[in-house]
């Protein structure tokens, strides 16, 4: 399938368009998680998918918690930020707070962690282990303002719990 966004600012495409996208990604993610139970081999190929399906990103990929800190894993796209402290940044706060957090405008973010400084908006969301408690987050930053929305939100988390089954 390919998918074409109305604008180019990403910003009013349609939910149905955005869902189809998600509705292809699932099986996709599906094949690559199959038989896998590695985390680096796993969130590896996840933030593959993602980067090079979704359109309008710049990083795409994983930190993981470590004791007080988010330490950087598997990802897509420039160098990153290695360490995060709980609390800091949009990642950071996701996990103090244990959900998905929406950024329209990073710089509107207090504390914005600039990793990259063509990020223009985030979307991060929780990944959690097989005792419920997070393990760490799926950080997603594009360079377009109000790039994400709900409809990403809930269609990235619907990946997370895909990748989460092979965490047990």
Known sequence: MTFTLSD???GTDSADAKNAMYNDLRPQLQGLLH?????????????????NSMPGLNWAGFYFLKGDELVLG??????ACIRIKKGRGVCGTTVVEGKSIVVPDVHAFP??????VNSRSE????VRGPDGAIAGVF?????LPNRFDQTD?????????LLEATLA
Request: net charge negative; aromatic share 8%.
């Open 153 to 161: 939100a809930d269609g990235i988390e619907s990946l997370v719990t």
């Open 35 to 51: 038989g896998e139970t590695d985390l680096i081999a796993n969130t590896a190929n996840f933030s593959a998918l993602v980067f």
């Open 74 to 79: 598997p990802f897509q796209g420039k160098p």
């Open 8 to 10: 180019t600012t990403y």
């Open 111 to 116: 504390g914005h962690i600039a990793c990259d």
């Open 123 to 126: 979307l991060v969301v929780p």
């Open 139 to 143: 950080d997603l930053d594009s360079p």
